[in-house]
């Protein structure tokens, strides 16, 4: 019995009160490697940002607890061991130079972000297209062709406001908003029967990714449509690009037509 929203993924006082769960069957290594995903993932996005500890005590104990007892498969240490550093240096002439540091948060390995990404979408596409007489739905059409992931911090930035807007009347075949409001998902498909869904997930309430699937050639028109990211470089190997946080009434990520 595969919990799609693992009890375990989200924090422990919503999953008492969730009044709904996708739970399909799955085999004992499908659902074992998905546990191991679902325990990184949430041990990270459960973090909060640098600058805004969590006002919630039970939300601050459980972020602590898990980021002390998982592994981040992204540095090889404790989550809460994993904050990265960096330090670069200009020079103005001969005679002055300056330096300055940077820290982020915890990082996810984009493997786990692109495989437990799939395992929602592909499930919840099974449950859009299944068919209670024949007893069976489908898998994705096409596979994932495109995806893009940000934590809060970055939800605003212009790729993500564009896919919104891109998105925003598509014809939804998911809308679900569960486990009070940490684990979100939507699937829509272009109207233009091109052979494209979209989909977002919210992962909680810190942690959003957004893709395409389904015919590539039509997908890949519409992410070349997308606007750049206007990246700053440092040096020859490092760049950086500002975030861009999210109002709540530019949030169309997650709205769905009537």
């Given at each position: 019995?595969?919990?799609?929203?693992?009890?375990?993924?989200?924090?422990?006082?919503?999953?008492?009160?969730m009044d709904w769960n996708l739970i399909l069957g799955a085999c004992w290594s499908c659902n074992h490697e998905k546990s191991k995903l679902e325990c990184e993932v949430s041990a990270v996005t459960l973090q909060p940002d640098i600058a805004s500890?969590?006002?919630?005590?039970?939300?601050r104990e459980l972020a602590d607890r898990k980021a002390a007892r998982t592994k981040s498969g992204?540095?090889?240490r404790m989550v809460r061991d994993s904050l990265e550093?960096?330090?670069?240096?200009?020079?103005?002439?001969?005679?002055?130079?300056?330096t300055f540091g940077m820290v982020a948060p915890p990082r996810?390995?984009?493997?786990?972000?692109?495989?437990?990404?799939?395992?929602?979408?592909?499930?919840?596409?099974?449950?859009?297209?299944?068919?209670?007489?024949?007893?069976?739905g489908h898998g994705l059409p096409g596979g994932i062709v495109w995806h893009l992931w940000a934590r809060r911090t970055d939800w605003g930035n212009e790729k993500f406001l564009a896919f919104a807007s891109?998105?925003?009347?598509?014809?939804?075949?998911?809308?679900?908003?569960?486990?009070?409001?940490?684990?979100?998902?939507?699937?829509?498909?272009e109207p233009a029967a091109k052979g494209v869904w979209s989909f977002a997930l919210e992962w909680n309430q810190n942690f959003r990714v957004i893709g395409l699937f389904g015919d590539k050639e039509c997908a890949t028109q519409l992410i070349s449509d997308l606007?750049?990211?206007?990246?700053?470089?440092?040096?020859?190997?490092?760049?950086?690009?500002?975030?861009?946080?999210?109002?709540?009434?530019?949030?169309?990520?997650?709205?769905c037509s009537p």
């Open positions: 019995r595969e919990h799609v929203i693992g009890k375990h993924f989200v924090p422990s006082g919503a999953s008492k009160t500890p969590h006002n919630d005590a039970a939300l992204a540095t090889g550093t960096a330090s670069y240096e200009f020079s103005f002439g001969q005679a002055l130079s300056m996810l390995r984009p493997k786990a972000i692109e495989m437990l990404a799939e395992m929602h979408v592909r499930a919840f596409f099974l449950l859009a297209t299944f068919d209670e007489l024949l007893g069976r891109l998105t925003r009347n598509w014809h939804a075949w998911v809308d679900r908003n569960a486990a009070e409001g940490y684990f979100k998902i939507v699937i829509k498909r606007p750049d990211d206007r990246w700053i470089s440092l040096n020859n190997t490092d760049r950086i690009r500002a975030e861009v946080p999210l109002g709540d009434s530019e949030d169309l990520l997650f709205r």
